[in-house]
């Protein structure tokens, strides 16, 4: 089950259209204000932590949840 925050960062990246394998980018307030949920997605392996500052990117696993989030 995912929490609210992290279903508002899938969301993020379904409002993008972001599939497995791209990478999306976190910046300024939005960052600092999904950090955990961003490293909670990262442990669960729905999110790959990429090398830039604030980048992730969709795994299969992420994806599939992202498309079971309801839209807000």
Do not use: I, W
Request: proline share 3%.
């Amino acid at each position: 089950m995912l929490s609210s925050s992290e279903k508002a960062v899938l969301r993020t990246f379904r409002q993008y259209l972001v599939t497995p394998g791209e990478m999306l980018c976190f910046f300024g307030p939005n960052l600092d204000r999904h950090k955990a949920a961003l490293q909670q997605l990262t442990t669960r392996d729905f999110l790959v932590k990429e090398h830039f500052q604030g980048a992730y990117s969709l795994t299969r696993d992420g994806f599939a949840a992202m498309k079971t989030c309801d839209a807000k």
